[in-house]
Every structure is written in structure tokens, then in C-alpha cells.
């Protein structure tokens, strides 16, 4: 197949999946329909195109079967809307779609110099810079930590909570600090 018509073929089928999701959504033999269609049709041509679907069996209800395939189907405009998004070429593709290749690491310089920064800072009173060091000092903690990503967002989250009280300043420093963890 050409480039042009895999390219135009792509771009044609993720208007169809979602003019069929807005239009039929609730309707599981549409789904179940475009959902064959679809894994028929780019199996052989995008990477792990199938990985993490939902199994459809032949035993399940109707209405369960259903919401197997309008999940599989917002799963094939994501994965078609992903390959286009990576030029339409599977090189690369499966470090897009392993969330684990996402993660931005820990950077011990990036933390130094927010830290710096609050010490500098002259928009900012004494106890708020204390509070912003002291935060970013436990945040670097966490970050630095021997856990799993997903344990270490979840210590996270209370930071992200007490950031959105906060100065527009401290928030601007800290926040990209809060997604950055150690392997």
C-alpha cells in the first residue's frame, strides 16, 4: 500500500468511527460491526493494534457485549488517532502507547534549581518561600523514592491538592516537579 492511501485510508476511517460513535454509540451491532471491521482491516498494519481489547464471547448478554465493543471501538479511534499522530509509521508507536515510556524521571538539578529559585525570589514573602523549599524537599523525596510510579503518584497527589491554593509562582515551580520520578 502507498503512503498516501494508508495515510488517506487512516484519516477516512477515524471520521467513520467517529461519526458511527456519535450516531450509534448505543446501538452494539453498529459497534460490533465497526469494531470487526476495523480489527480486520489494520491487525496486519498497526503494531499491537489489538493489544488490551476486551474479548467478546459468544456466552455474554447483549447489553454487556455492547459495552465491550464501544470500549474496543473508543480503543481503535485512540490507537488510529495514535498512529496518525506518529506520522503513520509503527517505529515508535508502542513507547507512545506504554504509558511507562510517558514518565518524565527525576532530575536532582531541576529540584536545585526551584529551590534556588524561592531563595531568590522577591515576589514572595519569607514563610511562603519556607513552605515552597520545605514541599519540594518532601516532593524530592517521593521522587527519589524506591517505589513503583503509580505508589508515588498516589503520595503525590496531596501536593497537587495543595498546590491549587497556592501562588501562581510557587504552582508554576513546582507542579512540573510533581511529574518527574526516579526509575
Known amino acids: 500500500m502507498l503512503e498516501y492511501e494508508l495515510k488517506r485510508m487512516v484519516n477516512n476511517d477515524i471520521d ?3 461519526k458511527e460513535w456519535e450516531d450509534y454509540s448505543f446501538d452494539w451491532e453498529r459497534m460490533r460491526d465497526l469494531f470487526e471491521k ?3 482491516k489494520y491487525t ?6 489489538d493489544r488490551d481489547m476486551n474479548v467478546i464471547s459468544s456466552y455474554e448478554k447483549i447489553n454487556k457485549s455492547g459495552d465491550t465493543y464501544r470500549e474496543n471501538v473508543k480503543l481503535i479511534i485512540r490507537r488510529l488517532e495514535g498512529f496518525k499522530d506518529n506520522g503513520f509509521k509503527n517505529e515508535g508507536l ?3 502507547m506504554n ?12 529540584f536545585d534549581e526551584a529551590r534556588l529559585f524561592f531563595e531568590r525570589s522577591v515576589h514572595l514573602r ?3 518561600k519556607s513552605e515552597a523549599v520545605q514541599k519540594l524537599d518532601e516532593i524530592e523525596a517521593i521522587c527519589y523514592s524506591n517505589i513503583q510510579p503509580t505508589e508515588k503518584w498516589n503520595k503525590l497527589r496531596p501536593y497537587v491538592m495543595w498546590l491549587t491554593g497556592k501562588n501562581l ?3 508554576s515551580h513546582i507542579l512540573p516537579l510533581v511529574m518527574l520520578l526516579e526509575k
Open 126 to 128: 519569607d514563610e511562603q
Open 169 to 171: 509562582i510557587i504552582v
Open 44 to 49: 496486519g498494519v498497526i503494531d499491537d493494534f
Open 38 to 40: 476495523m480489527i480486520y
Open 94 to 96: 508502542n513507547n507512545e
Open 16 to 18: 467513520y468511527c467517529k
Open 99 to 110: 504509558p511507562e515510556h510517558n514518565i518524565m524521571y527525576y532530575d536532582k538539578s531541576e
